[in-house]
Every structure is written in structure tokens, then in C-alpha cells.
């Protein structure tokens, strides 16, 4: 059985910084391919970073580039988004999302709400 969890989320100021977690239970995690959605209130899930499974390309929304890096810990079975100069726009649910074995797995999703 698969089983995602994700960590992390909170309020932060904006300019502030929040480091996100992941856990996969269930697969072969260093084969899985991982990546980060989020979900504003009124808009459609989005993409917000991905890595390929054993983490060789990494893929960023364009309006996170430069600020959000998603890394992985396959030792730990863990994916992480860490973001920086968060803004009032990166306000969302974040979901974690694992592709394995041509299946999509969801997490229960972590608020993450920039305001001050």
C-alpha cells in the first residue's frame, strides 16, 4: 500500500521562508518520480515542482524559478520543496504527488498561507 505524507506547511511573512517534507511509503522511492502541486482557493491544482525518478532532471513553474528548489533524500524516502521569498501569490494547499509504476499518488495536502 502507498502511503504520502506531507509536512511544513504554516503562516509565514511575506519575504519569509518555509521548507516543505514529504514522505513515501509503499514503492521503490529512489525509482518514483516526485513532484509538488499546489492549489489556490478558486484556481486549478498547478505544478510546482517535479524530479524524475533517482532525481537527475528537476522542473520549475516559471513563477517559482529561482526561488522554490525541490530536492530529494532517497535514503530518508523523502521529497522536500524548500521555498524562499514567499509572496501572498504562493498562498495554497501543496500537495505532494508520486508517480509510480504509471499510478498517481496524492498526499493529504499542507496549507501554506503567506500574509502579515
Known amino acids: 500500500q502507498v502511503q504520502v505524507a506531507e509536512s511544513g506547511g504554516g503562516l509565514v511573512q511575506p519575504g519569509g521562508s518555509l521548507r516543505l517534507s514529504c514522505s513515501a511509503s509503499g514503492i521503490m522511492f529512489r525509482f518514483a518520480g516526485m513532484g509538488w502541486y499546489r492549489q489556490a482557493p478558486g484556481k486549478q491544482r498547478e505544478l510546482v515542482a517535479d524530479?524524475?525518478?533517482?532525481?537527475?532532471?528537476?522542473n520549475y513553474a516559471d513563477s517559482v524559478k529561482g526561488r522554490f528548489t525541490i530536492s530529494r533524500d532517497n535514503a530518508k524516502n523523502t521529497v522536500y520543496l524548500q521555498m524562499t521569498n514567499l509572496t501572498p501569490e504562493d498562498t495554497a494547499v501543496y500537495y505532494c504527488h508520486v508517480k509510480w509504476l504509471t499510478r498517481d499518488y496524492w498526499g493529504q495536502g499542507t496549507q501554506v498561507t503567506v500574509s502579515s
Open positions: 524530479s524524475t525518478s533517482g532525481g537527475g532532471t528537476t
